[in-house]
């Protein structure tokens, strides 16, 4: 019984990993690129008979970097703690309010965005929470670099 149930959780591990995306392929993927602030986030029971915790996250860009500018965004993330109630999702993106973030986003339904890739399209940059992020303009240059017809 033990070997099943070891073979069990690494066939249910090797299902949740998400394929690695190269940058060309986020930038291709994306509906849109953004540079913003993570302003604040609010976890609510999701609808449906999926159940669990969603998180909505709400961001501030300030800089577009492909799609039309906006002035908030409200990113649909899975998994999050409510009260006792806690649903953690392997490949969702991790954001914390007040941090700054380069962000590929797609939008499978109108007014609905999710990051694309999980932790993968999320690049943490330097901001007062995180003086060790990454530097806005590395970034941006790496990306000019990409060919994304």
Known sequence: MYIFSLLFAVIINAIAIQP??????????????????????????????SGGLETIVWITPTHHLKGQPVDTIELL??????????????????????????????????NVWRVIGG???????????????????TVVRSLELVDAD
């Open 119 to 137: 932790p993968q399209g999320v690049i943490e940059l330097r901001s007062h929470n995180t003086p060790d992020g990454a530097s806005l303009e």
């Open 20 to 49: 690695r995306l190269n940058v060309t392929t986020l930038v291709t993927l994306s509906d849109r690129i953004t540079v913003a602030y993570v302003s604040s986030s609010e976890v609510r029971w999701a609808a449906g008979s």
């Open 77 to 110: 993330v899975q998994g999050g703690q409510l009260g006792p109630h806690q649903t953690w999702v392997e490949d969702e993106a991790s954001l914390a309010e007040g941090s700054r973030y380069l962000l590929f986003l797609h939008s499978p339904r109108p």
